[in-house]
């Protein structure tokens, strides 16, 4: 199984600016994926990071909004910028290889 | 109606009962179907994946799948306080190569 590590863990942040969470993958893996999961609910789906090319976003979510990275197999990046409360959710990086695997989250307060 | 469906429980069972969780599925053309677990505040951790009909075994947990009645299960043996946790059912769409999950059902193991 592939560990994945995040960073950071949590913060708290105010209202307009951005935050980047990085994500790193302690092996290759095919696909990286970024996920949003607010309390009590299940992980909707924000984007699939494409090695060398622009991530592939979901319905609702948008790259001006959550522009992510990915320049080799093992790292990615997710920026949330101008952010609002409404942004205030745990934030997962999940891999694929075979199975796929998450990341421990990153827990974004925004103020 | 949804993609993936779990009952959300609470599903409460006494300490050394067996857990049955279910879910069914939309998508005909999958071929890949998981169970996670997700303690609160964590985030979810792979414990059963299941390509073929049948059961599949690990430990005191089974997973079963009937791709016929697009449905899939998972039993927890002899329940332990320590399986209290929410758990999630995800499909490997034939169609996106994306991983879709349920809603999750939570489990509350009594002592």
């Known amino acids: 199984s592939a560990v994945i590590s995040q960073k950071p863990s949590r913060d708290i942040c105010q209202r307009g600016t951005s935050l980047t969470i990085q994500c790193q993958v302690d092996?290759?893996?095919?696909?990286m994926f970024w996920y949003r999961q607010q309390p009590g609910q299940s992980l909707t789906l924000i984007a699939t990071?494409?090695?060398?090319?622009?991530?592939?976003?979901e319905s609702g979510f948008v790259i001006d909004k959550f522009p992510i990275s990915r320049p080799n197999l093992t790292f990615s990046t997710l920026t949330v910028s101008n952010m609002s409360p409404e942004d205030s959710s745990i934030y997962l990086c999940?891999?694929?290889?075979?199975?796929?695997?998450f990341g421990p989250g990153t827990r974004l307060t925004v103020l | 109606q949804k993609e993936v469906e779990q009952n959300s429980g609470p599903l409460s069972v006494p300490e050394g009962a067996i857990a049955s969780l279910n879910c069914t599925y939309s998508?005909?053309?999958?071929?890949?179907f998981f169970w996670y677990r997700q303690y609160s505040g964590k985030s979810p951790e792979l414990i059963m994946s299941?390509?073929?009909?049948g059961d599949k075994e690990d430990g005191r947990f089974t997973a079963q799948l009937n791709k016929a009645s697009q449905y899939v299960s998972l039993l927890i043996r002899d329940s332990q306080p320590s399986d209290s946790a929410t758990y999630l059912c995800?499909?490997?769409?034939?169609?996106?190569?994306?991983?879709?999950f349920g809603q999750g059902t939570t489990l509350q193991v009594k002592p």
């Open positions: 995800a499909v490997l769409s034939g169609n996106t190569g994306k991983l879709i």
């Open positions: 990071a494409n090695q060398g090319s622009e991530a592939t976003y």
């Open positions: 092996s290759q893996v095919t696909m």
């Open positions: 299941i390509y073929s009909n």
């Open positions: 999940s891999a694929r290889g075979q199975e796929q695997f």
């Open positions: 998508d005909r053309g999958s071929q890949s």
